[in-house]
């Protein structure tokens, strides 16, 4: 899953190098997008200088005051910084000097690539947070098979949505069928860690996060197979 938490001991002059690639987005109406640009130097703790960004060839017009955010993307995680411009110089091209004016914040991305679907499936109930997940796998689950419908599908969980809750709840396990279009996995289990009610045309509908307990490694890679094949196959019809 994706993780925000906030960073109260951020270090500036360690985290931003010369040259270093950025992208910034000026908090204000006339400015629509994101920008890319680069690290300039690092002047204190909380000030630092960026190139001044272009767009379509022309330079970016900011005025000293105008807040926004810099996005800083690492391996796995990425930093937003929110800023204030507190000043301009030139040194060989245009610069904004820029200084911390919030709090600074760290998403962890997800580890796998998550799809969005449509697909029809059914899960039954196993047990809940008592059980150890070493011991689940062999469990039976109730006779009846409750239905849903998966939203997206990642080879770390899903996400899947009801109309009925039937006494689903979190940390709940389950035994989820897979086993759709030509994706020949069957009866994966799942741990329900997130319930969202939602409204939609007027009735109650709930989206649950699911987090795979206990994949076979041959499961797991049969799912990013079929997840990336997906992929490929919406691409080359300029769906994503």
């Not at 002047?43 to 810099?70: C, H, M, Q, Y």
């Not at 919030?102 to 047990?127: A, H, M, N, P, W």
Request: glycine residues 6%; neutral net charge.
């Amino acid at each position: 899953m994706r993780n925000t938490q906030k960073i109260d001991n951020f270090q500036l002059r360690r985290k931003l190098k010369i040259n270093q690639g950025i992208e910034i987005e000026f908090l204000h109406d006339k400015y629509e997008d994101k920008y890319a640009t680069q690290i300039a130097d690092v002047l204190a703790d909380d000030t630092f200088l960026i190139n001044n960004p272009f767009a379509e060839g022309k330079l970016i017009k900011v005025s000293n005051g105008t807040r926004g955010t810099v996005f800083l993307k690492e391996q796995n995680g990425l930093y937003t910084i929110p800023v204030k411009v507190i000043g301009k110089e030139v040194d060989v091209t245009p610069l904004l000097k820029l200084k911390i004016a919030g709090q600074i914040k760290r998403t962890q991305e997800r580890k796998s690539f998550r799809l969005e679907i449509y697909e029809e499936t059914e899960y039954e109930l196993v047990g809940a947070e008592s059980f150890q997940a070493e011991n689940i796998a062999g469990l039976d689950g109730e006779e009846s098979d409750y239905k849903a419908l998966i939203i997206d599908l990642s080879a770390g969980g899903l996400k899947m949505k009801m109309q009925t809750m039937m006494e689903l709840e979190e940390e709940e396990i389950i035994r989820i069928n897979l086993d759709f279009a030509d994706l020949s996995v069957t009866k994966v289990l799942g741990q329900v860690v997130r319930v969202v009610e939602k409204i939609e045309n007027d009735q109650k509908k709930y989206v649950v996060g699911i987090k795979f307990i206990n994949l076979a490694k041959e499961d797991k890679d049969k799912l990013v197979k079929w997840i990336f094949d997906k992929q490929r196959e919406l691409r080359k019809k300029g769906l994503i």
